[in-house]
Structures are given as C-alpha cells and as structure tokens.
C-alpha cells in the first residue's frame, strides 16, 4: 500500500453528464446532477443510479419509487451546475429550464440528447450513497440533439 491519494485515481475515471429527476408525493418535480448511472441489465432492462442518501432526489426516490435520467450534451455546464446547487431543491431548482413529463411524472428536459424513465426494484445504501436499481419504463431520443457528454467535458469531477 502507497501514501498516494487515491482521489486522484478515482478523478481519471469517465463518468456520464446525468440529471436525475424525480417527483415528490406532493407533485413537485425536483432534478440533480449525478454521474453513477449505468444499465446493469437486459432482460429486464435495468438501470441503476447512485445518489446521496441524505439528498432531496433520494427522499423523492424513495416515498415515489420513480426517477427520470436525462443524458446531457456538450454545453450544459451552466445547466450541471445550476442543478448540482446545494442551496435550492424542488420547483425552485427547474425555474426557468424547460421540461416535459411522460409516464412517471419526472421531469425529462428539453436539454437532454436521451432520456428515460424508471419504476424503483430495489436499493442499497453500501456508503454514504443510495443505489436504486430501476426498471426502464420508457425512453427516447432528445428532444435536444447531439451526443451526450462527461463530466470532464464540461469541466466538473466528482472524486471523492
């Protein structure tokens, strides 16, 4: 074992640029910048996120059982950031950014290039994140176009 810092390994790792929407009991909408997505599985189609255990998108997450994942292209650092913002969460945080909902009612943005939609399986918390498996319900290409980008793309890192 080495005295490295292990967060400058971790910092080389490619990550997706992903807003997370979700829906509270109460209707409201709510996005977040996330980068731990990935389909897990085919048959059934599985996607799975990790988010903050004590972040306003778990909560939703958690007493709703749906998310939305919108996949970002290049150019939306403003967009990333405004979302990543620990200051506001809810209807506050979608002011000004347009969106459509379809199935489960999270938000899909008019900014991703994709997006889907996903019913809640199963979670874990193995850290200070929670990882819900989803199961995708619905999907589709923009209404943005281009391709979808990194984190380091548009210049963010989520070491740890």
């Not at 889907?116 to 979670?123: A, F, N, P, T």
Request: net charge negative.
């Amino acid at each position: 074992m080495t005295d490295s810092d292990p967060s400058a390994g971790i910092s080389k790792a490619v990550y997706g640029l992903l807003a997370v929407g979700s829906l509270a009991e109460d209707g409201s909408k709510d996005v977040m910048t996330a980068n731990w997505g990935s389909q897990i599985s085919f048959e059934p189609r599985l996607y799975a996120i990790a988010v903050q255990s004590d972040s306003h998108t778990a909560a939703n997450i958690k007493s709703t059982g749906v998310f939305s994942i919108n996949f970002m292209p290049g150019g939306t650092h403003d967009l990333a950031l405004k979302f990543a913002a620990h200051s506001t969460s809810g209807e506050g945080r979608l002011e000004g950014v347009e969106f459509a909902t379809h199935e489960t009612g999270a938000p899909i943005l008019k900014a991703a290039v994709g997006w889907i939609e996903c019913r809640v399986l199963d979670s874990n918390q193995p850290g200070d994140h929670t990882v819900f498996f989803g199961e995708v319900i619905d999907g589709g290409e923009g209404p943005a176009e281009g391709d979808p980008t990194t984190l380091a793309a548009i210049d963010l890192s989520y070491a740890g």
